[in-house]
């Protein structure tokens, strides 16, 4: 049996694995994969196009809920809303996504129950379309953390 040379197998074993199961028929298919996260959970991505739903379940190793989201998916498959519910299925807050011309997801809007915000991400991208960082901000709009692009020096 071929050996994989030591460091193609560490990267093997740090990327998190996906595996894709589906129906023949595009139209009704409910699409699932799985991410095998580094940290030994797993996201299991539930997505149903026809009624434009999707459902993202994060298990811990142990095989305990830890998150679950419900999508609600626009005509082309983005992210419109989503609600976050927490190990025991309380609910912890709603999401709405918006977008640029371009398809790029630039605001992700946290919300309580009583639909008043809890916080915001706006995400950065550079000319050529590639994220590039974001800003997290509390629900008063006050910055509470960023990414900064890496530049190159010449």
Do not use: C, W
């Amino acid at each position: 049996m071929p050996r994989l040379p030591r460091f193609l197998a560490l990267i093997i074993l740090a990327a998190p694995l996906r595996l894709v199961a589906q129906t023949d028929s595009p139209a009704d298919a409910v699409r699932v994969s799985v991410l095998l996260n580094p940290d030994g959970s797993r996201t299991v991505y539930e997505a149903d196009n026809v009624n434009h739903k999707s459902i993202a379940t994060t298990t811990g190793k142990d095989g305990k809920m830890r998150e679950k989201i419900r999508y609600d998916l626009d005509e082309g498959g983005r992210f419109l809303r989503g609600e976050v519910y927490g190990p025991k299925e309380q609910f912890r807050f709603f999401a709405k996504y918006r977008y640029d011309g371009d398809n790029h997801l630039i605001e992700e809007t946290h919300f309580a129950k009583d639909q008043s915000v809890i916080g915001k991400i706006v995400f950065r991208y550079d000319v050529t379309g590639r994220q590039i960082g974001y800003s997290s901000y509390d629900g008063n709009g006050r910055l509470l953390g960023q990414t900064i692009p890496v530049t190159k020096r010449p």
